[in-house]
């Protein structure tokens, strides 16, 4: 092997680490190249010469190209980085997002069922009120009927009190007499059934007030 042969393997071996290595590795290439330079220039002027303006070229020309790269590579990461984080705000915003739609039907849900419970609560109430007049309304039918049935039964008994008197007096004085009793006896004892039911009416109107009132309470 011949001594420029071995010259210009050695100023080929940077240009392998500048294309492969970093802005840092020309700057040690370039030394190298330049200390190759001194070396060659005391062999031999001509070969060492021409050996570090074709290093010193490439060095040069392949700079550049060393800092794109780099450049690239910078805003790669960095696009990368930025990618990760909008993905990372977008999946937190979704959850965020199903979190409050996920608290809002669960709130609609609520007050549905409380809407529901007191809509019910509010019907009871009424059929309640409804049975419990339908109840008034049919005690007091009956007691009404109950007084219809009396009046014309003690009507015929009186009309048979007055006859019976009237056919056994043998004088007209005593068939008075006994007439005028038997109506004052009559009424006296409408009077007191009269007294007698409208008690009972009182009676069982306060009862059934009593028990609303007990009703309200429990409600």
């Known amino acids: 092997m011949s001594m420029e042969e071995y010259l210009n393997l050695i100023q080929y071996k940077p240009r392998f680490n500048i294309c492969f290595g970093g802005v840092e590795e020309t700057n040690n290439c370039s ?26 070229s490439s060095s040069s020309s392949s700079s550049p190209r060393l800092y794109v790269r780099h450049h690239s590579a910078k805003e790669r990461r960095r696009s990368i980085k930025r990618q990760t984080e909008n993905t990372l705000n977008q999946q937190t915003q979704q959850q965020q997002q199903q979190q409050q739609q996920q608290q809002e039907q669960q709130q609609e849900q609520q007050q549905q069922q409380h809407h529901r419970h007191h809509h019910h609560r509010y019907r009871q109430q009424q059929l309640q009120q409804q049975q419990q007049q339908q109840q008034q309304q049919q005690q007091q039918q009956q007691l009404q009927q109950q007084q219809q049935q009396q009046t014309p ?22 068939a008075a007499a006994t007439a005028a009793a038997a109506a004052a006896a009559t009424a006296a004892a409408v009077a007191e059934e009269e007294e007698d039911v409208i008690v009972k009416i009182q009676r069982l109107l306060l009862h059934l007030l009593q028990q609303q009132q007990q009703e309200q309470k429990l409600i």
């Open 153 to 174: 039964q003690q009507s015929q008994r009186e009309y048979a009190d007055v006859s019976i008197g009237s056919r056994g007096s043998k004088t007209p004085a005593a």
């Open 31 to 56: 030394t190298t190249n330049n200390s190759s330079s001194n070396s060659s220039s005391n062999s031999s002027s001509n070969s060492s010469s021409n050996s570090s303006s074709n290093s010193s």
